[in-house]
């Protein structure tokens, strides 16, 4: 099976060099880096749609989001986005932007535990209004879009655990703020393993065969310390496995 094209419109907020629409709150004159032009960009998503080939962006600020949609609207015909093309990471937003992504059906990688770092610096890189609504995790699901959980490794650890933990309470891991950063878009955990699971497989076209514990699809699953839907949220980062199995087959027994 043949995974998707990657392709990168952006670079990171931290770095100040995301493409944001508005400048940098601090530092004004900047709007970051385009790494991809509109017109190469634009060339790179037609040759891979006509190959019947799905796209994957790396894209953090708003600009980079818009310019990236723009891209892949130009490649939908009647069934819209049937190649599942998919934007990654999707940091800074507005409620245009997420009604947009939900509308055209295209499918959002999310990395939720960038919270970790970013909460501390987005809302001097971007201003509050901006940072209230992005890392939308709960409002963009609720408007319906098609949602995958991963954690960006080796940029983060492989770990879900503390993935989980970040979308779940939208705390850094020494538990601040304590009420969570604009806690408002915090998620439930079985939403959280969702976008992990369920998610994950119509990412890659496998929701047939995977993301599921039920007959017909692979036994891909996971024995864990704690239950994870009754602990703490506060517990949930440093949750380990004590089994895990693939296909049926158990890979690893503590």
């Known amino acids: 099976q043949l995974g998707p094209l990657k392709l990168f419109k952006d670079g990171s907020l931290g770095a100040r060099t995301a493409l944001v629409r508005g400048g940098y709150k601090d530092d004004p004159t900047n709007n970051g880096i385009e790494w991809m032009g509109e017109e190469v960009m634009d060339e790179f998503c037609k040759v891979a749609s006509d190959a019947g080939i799905q796209v994957a962006t790396h894209v953090i600020g708003d600009g980079a989001i818009e310019k990236t949609i723009d891209s ?10 049937k190649l599942r ?35 501390h610096i987005v809302e001097k ?9 992005s890392y939308a995790f709960k409002t963009l699901g609720d408007l319906g879009a098609k949602i995958a959980y991963g954690t960006d490794c080796p ?11 970040s979308a779940v309470t939208r705390k850094d891991s020494k538990g601040f703020p304590e009420g969570g950063f604009y806690p408002e878009e915090c998620v439930d955990v079985y939403t959280a393993i969702d976008a992990y699971t369920e998610g994950s497989a119509y990412m890659e076209f496998m929701e047939g065969k995977k993301g599921r514990i039920k007959p017909g699809q692979l036994a891909d699953i996971v024995v864990l310390d704690k239950d994870i839907f009754t602990c703490d949220s506060m517990e949930i ?10 296909d049926g087959k158990i890979v690893y027994k503590k």
């Open 155 to 165: 940029v983060e650890d492989c770990n879900p655990f503390p993935n989980i933990y």
């Open 72 to 81: 892949y609207e130009k490649t939908f015909g009647e069934e819209g986005n």
């Open 237 to 246: 980062r440093d949750i380990l496995p004590v089994m895990t199995m693939i």
């Open 125 to 133: 890189r971007c201003g509050k209004e901006l940072a209230s609504t």
């Open 85 to 119: 093309h998919t934007l990654v990471h999707c940091q800074i937003t507005d409620k245009a932007l997420l009604e947009r992504i939900a509308k055209l059906g295209i499918v959002v990688s999310y990395q939720p535990i960038f919270l970790d770092y970013d909460m």
